[in-house]
Nanobody
Framework: QVQLVESGGGLVQAGGSLRLSCAASGRTFSTRAMGWFRQAPGKEREFVAATHWSGGETYYADSVKGRFTISSDNAKGTIYLQMTNLKPEDTALYYC??????????????????WGQGTQVTVSS
């Protein structure tokens, strides 16, 4: 099993920035891709971004390209999501996810083997 714990959510004004963190523990060696998904009230969960523990490859949803940056710190077992130029439509519960397949597969198939509990991001207009 892999445990994922998110932090860093909060309330921010439109145009502002936030950085989310996700600390992974347990059998992390069984995972290859790490990523973020989000779910707004009344909407389906959607993919945001993914990367590999080894770094290098990244994959983003079109809606966040150029504004969000995903990164990983393998030594700390932590991934980050730097969010800039936030918009009210970014308001959602953000989930950290881990998967045994690739970052692109996580994004295309919207799949993950493990999920965190989520951290709330609210962007006011």
């Amino acid at each position: 099993q892999v445990q994922l714990v998110e932090s860093g959510g909060g309330l921010v004004q439109a145009g502002g920035s936030l950085r989310l963190s996700c600390a992974a523990s347990g059998r992390t060696f069984s995972t290859r891709a790490m990523g973020w998904f989000r779910q707004a009230p009344g909407k389906e969960r959607e993919f945001v971004a993914a990367t590999h523990w080894s770094g290098g490859e990244t994959y983003y949803a079109d809606s966040v390209k150029g504004r969000f940056t995903i990164s990983s710190d393998n030594a700390k077992g932590t991934i980050y999501l730097q969010m800039t130029n936030l918009k009210p439509e970014d308001t959602a519960l953000y989930y950290c996810a881990a998967d045994r397949l690739t970052a692109q597969t996580m994004g295309v198939q919207k799949r993950a083997d493990y999920w965190g509990q989520g951290t709330q991001v609210t962007v006011s207009s």
